[in-house]
Nanobody
Framework: EEPLVESGGGSVQAGGSLRLSCGVSGYIYSSFCMAWFRQVPGKEREAVAVIDADDKIWYADSVKGRFTISLDVTKKTLYLQMNSLKPEDAAMYFC??????????????????WGQGTQVTVSS
């Protein structure tokens, strides 16, 4: 019944890579934005990467050049390729989505749909 389900989290060494996946159940609409958020204890969730139906992409400054967001419509799966991981990247990563919205909404507001999160740990 969960519309978004994340996977791919784990523990890696600094400088390593992980690819997170978010499986989408049901329909993929013509207009939407999808995003990856992350959260650490004591801090608010922050958007790290966003993509919309027009393939417009946004990244937080902290991950530019290291993370890549992509969406495979055929497989109904959102991905976050994370390279050159740093200890400060360690967090619970959440997949999120909003219908009828552009990348701007997902980057600046709270999407409606959320997954349960997948933990990423980066060791020094």
């Amino acid at each position: 019944e969960e519309p978004l389900v994340e996977s791919g989290g784990g523990s890696v060494q600094a400088g390593g890579s992980l690819r997170l996946s978010c499986g989408v159940s049901g329909y993929i609409y013509s207009s939407f934005c999808m995003a990856w958020f992350r959260q650490v204890p004591g801090k608010e969730r922050e958007a790290v990467a966003v993509i919309d139906a027009d393939d417009k992409i946004w990244y937080a400054d902290s991950v530019k050049g290291r993370f890549t967001i992509s969406l495979d419509v055929t497989k109904k799966t959102l991905y976050l390729q994370m390279n050159s991981l740093k200890p400060e990247d360690a967090a619970m990563y959440f997949c999120a989505a909003e219908l009828g919205a552009t990348y701007y909404y997902c980057a600046n507001s709270r999407p409606t749909y959320w997954g349960q999160g997948t933990q990423v740990t980066v060791s020094s």
